[in-house]
């Protein structure tokens, strides 16, 4: 049953897959959803992003609201409370970060996502006599507050933080997870300053409960609000599950994304899967993308839309689609189904689908690249021309909207400094002003069809 059509562009693959997903470009006027409407798209989001790690800081701040207009985060809260969505730590991003993945309870992914891609992963179990006084409690106790867990671990620790951060050891390695969001969030929240030696900490009514970042009740993963019994037992239920998360995700699956999800035994491991599926006739094999892997399946109404996306707006004459993506969002396919775009085999700048980082696609290509401590861009070649050029820096004022930012400062382009870069220019007609730092951003200057 191989379907044999003309491949498309590795670009039309840049096009596909945020409009496969939901997302939104950044002139997109749909009105905020309201109600029940909000909630069953974001049910529908959480379906489709179900067993996909990403960065925690990312979730709600980028990859939501990029799907749901006019997200809230008392949407997840909402849909949490319903039993509708549960979540689970995929790995640590350093001390206030780490990668999480989401499942709607009873419908977990049945096969293991390991964390991928770092240094700060946190692989491994841990194990000390703190995070097994952890273990022991919440087996013992099941779901418990902050405050148990802390008398419980009393006498293996010596204060609060120390209980904490083994906790979230444990988070970060999947063993343990919340009944709310609430401390992934937290997590961003500046920390106050350590205690004067001696000093004893103010005990108001929210110090009683527990720091923000432990606040709700924690449960071992497979207990309480995280509970896979639901889930296939067998491992050709359990592969067949997987096949068809990752072909909802991707609409058209190649060798490429499956390897960047991090699955546990990689591609190999779903690939009888998909060639069953095939010979079912429940999904097309082909090759269907130029430049990607030869073993490539497509669900029918996916490759259809494959097709449809394979001419760019410009090319009708049209004003080019954009959108502002986090570099870790699902729908970004650079970095993972395909390759970054460089300037020659001489470029070995490091892009990363990092926590923070950001890539603005015009017409699927990515044409800019903004580092994560967001200071520094990254024009990619795609960006040489003038109109892709003006629509990617004009994508950057959609970093301002949210309110979670004052503005945006570049001090460097491509390693240079901002005001000598020969993108100068360019960034003062996309609304830049010379500042002290460098070239400054502010949501005051954010056209009309942006804001």
């Known amino acids: ?46 379906d489709q992003l179900a067993g996909v790690p990403i960065p925690a800081s990312v979730l709600e701040r980028d990859v939501l609201p990029a799907r749901v207009p006019g997200y809230q985060p008392r949407l997840l809260d909402e849909l949490g409370a319903l039993g509708e969505v549960a979540w689970v730590g995929r790995g640590s991003l350093g001390r206030d970060d780490g990668r999480v993945v989401l499942h709607r309870p009873g419908r977990e992914l049945p096969v293991p996502v390991v964390a991928v891609g770092g240094p700060d992963d946190g692989a491994g179990r841990p194990s000390s006599p703190l995070h097994e006084a952890i273990r022991e409690h919440l087996a013992a106790k099941g779901a418990s507050f902050f405050r148990a867990i802390q008398g419980s671990a009393a006498r293996v620790a010596a204060n609060e933080r ?57 449960s071992l993963v497979g207990s309480g609000v995280w509970d896979p019994a639901g889930a296939p037992a067998s491992p050709t239920e359990r592969a067949h599950q997987l096949a068809l998360a990752l072909l909802d995700r991707h609409g058209v699956l190649v060798r490429e994304a499956v390897m960047s999800e991090g699955l546990e035994g990689g591609f190999s491991a779903i690939y009888p899967m998909l060639r069953a599926l095939e010979e079912a006739g429940r999904i097309r094999r082909g090759y269907f993308v130029a430049g990607l892997g030869a073993a490539q399946f497509a669900l029918a109404g996916a490759l259809d839309r494959l097709r449809a996306t394979r001419e760019p707006a410009s090319a ?90 004052r503005e945006v400062v570049i001090a460097r382009v491509d390693g240079e400094p901002a005001g000598r870069s020969p993108q100068y220019e360019s960034l003062l007609r996309a609304g830049f002003i010379q500042g002290y730092r460098g070239l400054v951003l502010r949501k005051s200057r954010v056209p009309a069809m942006i804001a």
């Not at 970060?172 to 401390?183: I, K, M």
């Not at 004893?200 to 720091?211: D, E, I, M, S």
């Not at 200071?375 to 970093?399: C, I, K």
């Open 316 to 405: 009708r004459g049209d004003a080019p689609e954009v959108h502002l993506l986090a570099a870790a969002d699902p729908a970004n396919p650079y970095g993972a189904a395909l390759p970054w775009p460089r300037r020659g085999e001489s470029d070995k700048r490091p892009f990363q689908r990092a926590a923070g980082a950001y890539v603005v696609l015009v017409d699927g290509v990515a044409a800019l690249y903004l580092d994560r401590g967001g200071t520094s861009l990254q024009t990619l070649p795609a960006f040489d021309d003038p109109v892709v050029a003006d629509a990617a820096l004009t994508a950057l004022h959609a970093l301002l909207l949210d309110g979670s930012r």
């Open 162 to 218: 120390e209980v904490l951060d083994a906790l979230w050891d444990l988070v970060w390695a999947g063993e343990v997870t919340n009944d709310t969001f609430a401390p992934l969030r937290a997590l961003r929240w500046k920390r106050p300053a350590k205690s004067a030696a001696g000093a004893r900490p103010r005990l108001g009514r929210l110090t009683a409960l527990g720091p923000p970042e432990a606040a709700g009740r924690w």
């Open 1 to 46: 049953l191989r379907h044999e059509v003309e491949p498309v562009d590795p670009e039309t693959l840049g096009r596909f897959l945020p409009a496969w997903q939901g997302v939104r470009a950044v002139d997109d006027d749909t009105p905020p959803l309201r109600g029940t409407a909000a909630l069953e798209r974001l049910a529908e989001v959480v």
